[in-house]
């Protein structure tokens, strides 16, 4: 042979053990050999193997390994990448076995393709607790009644956070109590109120500052009508107790003509020029800006309130003061 082909054989038999894959291996082994019955064991299991192998242990689908060893929990696999693109799992089950003897735990069977890699053979020593029978045997006690209780019947998440739930239906409560009381009606608890003048004042007040304004003149026609009769509907449902503010102004219109009120001629051509400007949208002249404000002035001033003049004294008792 000459070294050229002697080189060139070297050369395939390198690449030919290169292409090999290692061979996969599967160990097992318990932390001890034998255990007291019904106490727990770990077996723990090691597999070799080349990085990225495919493979399947039989048992990690069972629940038992031997018919009187059960299989209680199985820890999650952990890979570990080691040299010479080689990786290790490992996995750990904890066992459990509640009769007495000498069992043998066969051989763990892990499956790559069509190959199956298996381990060695395991014995497991159950040693019987001991019964002391010099002591008097206790009965069995009868089932006791337990009390009812609520939060027994209740979730987890529920009955171990109750005082969160409680603090939560509290806040809740207090929200809409809030908001029933105070929000909806524009009140604010926290922040005291300033005294509210009386109907007629507070009416007066507002058509005077809704003039300073000079909306019209502005050409805001909508928003000046809008203005002057939200002052009226507010006056009305203040100095006569109707709630003009949810009417319209038909309904306005009559329910003062039943309770008597002679000054709703003025009040009507108020709303009806404001109606014609607010929903048919045509444009009044200055003067019928200027008459609509006057007519709402005359209105509130026809129905201010009139105080009675007070009682004159008893001339007697007026006699009898002045001689104290």
Known sequence: MTLRKYIITLAMIAVTLAGWAAPVSIRAHLDSAHVLMGRVNTLHIE?????????????????????????????????????????QITQTYTI?????????????????????????AMSLKVIPVR??????????????????????WLPDWISDYWWAWLLLLLLIAGGVY?????????????????????????????????????????GQEKEYFTGLTDILRMYIDRRFGINAVEMTSSEILRTLRQNGEAAGDQLAMVLEMADIVKFAAQKPLADDNEVAYQRALNFVEATKPVELPQPEADPERKGKEARR
Do not use: C
């Open 47 to 87: 597999i070799l193997q080349d990085r990225g192998t495919r493979g399947t242990l039989i048992e990690s689908r069972l629940d038992t390994l031997q018919a009187y060893v059960e299989v209680l929990r199985r820890s999650a696999a952990d890979t570990t990448a080691l040299d010479n693109n080689r990786e």
């Open 131 to 152: 019964v002391d029978t010099t002591q008097t045997i206790i009965g069995i006690k009868p089932p006791e009644e337990v009390p009812f209780r609520l939060l027994d």
């Open 178 to 218: 809030y908001y029933m009381r105070y929000y909806r009606h524009g009140r604010n608890p926290l922040r005291p109120e300033r005294k509210r003048l009386p109907p007629y004042e507070e009416a007066i007040h507002n058509l005077q500052a809704l003039k300073a304004k000079q909306l019209w003149q502005k």
């Open 96 to 120: 459990q076995s509640f009769d007495s003897g000498l069992y043998v735990i066969p051989p763990l069977r892990y499956v790559v393709g069509k190959d199956t890699f298996m381990s060695k």
